[in-house]
């Protein structure tokens, strides 16, 4: 396997670094040569012109350049990608629908197939490039009912054996979607607490007084702020109704401290805002007891006593048709399946990862 890289930042670098690991051959280009070096010294190969990536023949070219650079790079690579019809094209972008849509848009749909790590921090730039960024990442792969199969499976290959990773196959709106409620969102959330704490008058005594709740909820909001607006501004509408729904939510909850506070309970009988306070902190038990299945189950792969058969991920084959495969796939994903092999030819080994 000969994996291309387009894009030596802190995605692109990362995959890059641990894909060599892993003893694939990597060929990359950057828009600018400094970190060519170093990468060097890890074994990656660097070129210095598009041109040169595709006269590497990788079997795939994962486009790691920032969003922004996306139409000019494809309009580079259409005829270079057209001599060379059998180099599969994905990519790492947050938001698919968008990718895909530049991709048609410079005719290269056909040789495309869309993905997205589920893995990143706060820091940019090759300097932050680490292999282990990618240690036990799930990864998303878009696919349309045009994608073509054999396309998929390369992708698929260079995620599962190249990466060592998992994989989930959706289609790009269910990605948008689901992208919004984990990660975009989030970071306008976690911005918006910082904003509220530069423009507070306490805001030196409420720093100091900040531990370990604070740096969770708000550690990515340490991230480049052009960056981050970037991202949200690519997938607007999904971001803008979830923000309308988590305003929604704090504002029904500011209502009920307000009526606690000021609204006389009934005689002999539970006060309605408490208990409309008690339902709103317990709705998300499903959640909590995911991610204590999950600690649970890290524990014991940490070196816990408890051999209990129920502190594992259940594994499973699951077959596939060849005529709707992508829904096939999309179905195992909803039932929180992560394939974490492909067994066969229309064949995948799942694990029960994500199911609340």
């Not at 670098?13 to 694939?24: E, T």
């Not at 052009?226 to 690519?234: C, G, K």
């Not at 792969?301 to 596939?320: I, K, M």
């Not at 399946?337 to 229309?346: D, M, S, T």
Request: net charge negative; charged share 25%.
């Amino acid at each position: 396997m000969t994996i291309g890289i387009v894009g030596m930042g802190l995605i692109g670098g990362s995959l890059a670094r641990r894909l060599v690991d892993r003893g694939v051959k990597v060929v990359a280009w950057n828009h600018r040569p400094h970190p060519y070096a170093e990468a060097e010294r890890a074994g990656i190969h660097c070129v210095p012109t598009l041109a040169a990536l595709v006269e590497a023949r990788p079997d795939v070219i994962v486009l790691c350049n920032p969003l922004k650079a996306m139409p000019a790079i494809l309009v580079e690579l259409k005829p270079l990608l057209d001599a060379a019809p059998d180099i599969t094209l994905t990519d790492v972008g947050s938001v698919k629908g968008m990718v895909r849509d530049q991709v048609e848009e410079a005719g290269l749909g056909e040789c495309y197939v869309g993905a997205h790590p589920m893995a990143g921090n706060e820091l940019s730039g090759w300097t932050a490039a680490n292999p282990t960024l990618y240690d036990d990442a799930l990864w998303a792969i878009t696919v349309t009912p045009d994608t073509d199969f054999n396309r998929f499976l390369a992708v698929a290959r260079l995620i599962v054996d190249g990466v060592g990773n998992r994989v989930i196959v959706l289609d790009d709106d269910t990605h948008d979607k689901a992208a919004a409620m984990i990660s975009h969102m989030p970071h306008v959330v976690a911005t918006a607490l910082i904003n509220e704490l530069t423009a507070n008058p306490n805001r030196n005594i409420a720093a100091a007084l900040a531990a370990g709740s604070w740096r969770d909820m708000t550690r990515v909001a340490l991230t480049d702020p052009d960056r981050t607006r970037a991202m949200v501004e690519e997938d607007a509408a999904n971001v803008e109704g979830l923000l309308r729904d988590m305003a929604a939510r704090l504002n029904a909850v500011a209502d009920l401290l307000h009526a606690e506070r000021t609204a006389a309970a009934p005689s002999g009988a539970v006060d309605p805002h408490v208990a409309a306070m008690r339902r709103f902190f317990a709705e998300g038990q499903p959640f909590r007891d995911y991610k204590a299945r999950q600690r649970a189950i890290a524990a014991r792969g940490d070196g816990a006593d408890d051999t209990s058969d129920d502190l594992a991920y259940e594994e499973r084959l699951v077959d596939f048709a060849p005529e709707h495969w992508q829904a096939d796939l999309l179905d195992s994903a909803r039932r929180g399946e992560h394939i974490i092999a492909l067994a066969g030819p229309h064949t995948v080994r799942v694990q029960l990862r994500s199911a609340l």
